[in-house]
Nanobody, 122 residues
Framework: VQLQASGGGLVQPGGSLRFSCTASGFRLDYYAIGWFRQAPGKEREGVSCISSSTGNTYYADSVKGRFTISRDNAKRTVYLRMNSLKPEDTAVYYC????????????????WGQGTLVTVSS
């Protein structure tokens, strides 16, 4: 089971980015996919998740209305579209899987992609 994340970078406040998380070694639709982030000096927190069977989506309050998670099972890829970015969104972002249900807890996800840095700054 491998997850390959991409899409980070430097963006100005109010800007947008899109992350991709591509899975190999397993069927993406069997598992929930979560996005987490960790800012300097802070604990890892759940940002968004999309469930395996229903495709239900979940968002942290801090990103609701700005971030959108979606999944393309044929491409084995989950996307996180981030709009109206704020400096407080600056963090290393991770995608994670291996759980059959969505969860806010990182320890519920056994498989992780490499982190990708997002810096929101003018």
């Amino acid at each position: 089971v491998q997850l390959q994340a991409s899409g980070g970078g430097l963006v100005q406040p109010g800007g947008s980015l899109r992350f991709s998380c591509t899975a190999s070694g397993f069927r993406l639709d069997y598992y929930a996919i979560g996005w987490f982030r960790q800012a300097p000096g802070k604990e890892r927190e759940g940002v968004s998740c999309i469930s395996s069977s229903t495709g239900n989506t979940y968002y942290a309050d801090s990103v609701k209305g700005r971030f959108t998670i979606s999944r393309d099972n044929a491409k084995r890829t989950v996307y996180l579209r981030m709009n109206s970015l704020k400096p407080e969104d600056t963090a290393v972002y991770y995608c994670a899987s291996g759980s059959t249900v969505c969860s806010d807890y990182a320890e519920d996800f056994p498989s992780w992609g490499q982190g990708t840095l997002v810096t929101v700054s003018s």
